[in-house]
């Protein structure tokens, strides 16, 4: 088995949405960090879409009403 480290290169748009969703969590007594957080996002589903896996959590959270 070998270890990959990737890096994401964030919009600021996607950063605060990712600290929303981050602090969300938190309330809910998921204590993550802003970095742990993404890492346990991306790894669900395609690498590639970022946008996808913040909308399925915004509505999650009910941040948003329109996901599905």
Not at 43 to 62: A, I, Q, R
Request: glycine share 4%.
């Amino acid at each position: 088995m070998r270890e990959i480290a990737v890096n994401y290169l964030l919009l600021d748009e996607d950063e605060e949405r990712l600290n929303l969703i981050t602090e969300e969590y938190k309330k809910q007594g998921l204590n993550l960090s802003e970095d742990k957080m993404f890492e346990e996002i991306m790894c669900c589903g395609s690498k590639y879409d970022v946008d996808s896996k913040l909308k399925f959590h915004e509505w999650k959270l009910g941040l948003r009403k329109d996901y599905p």
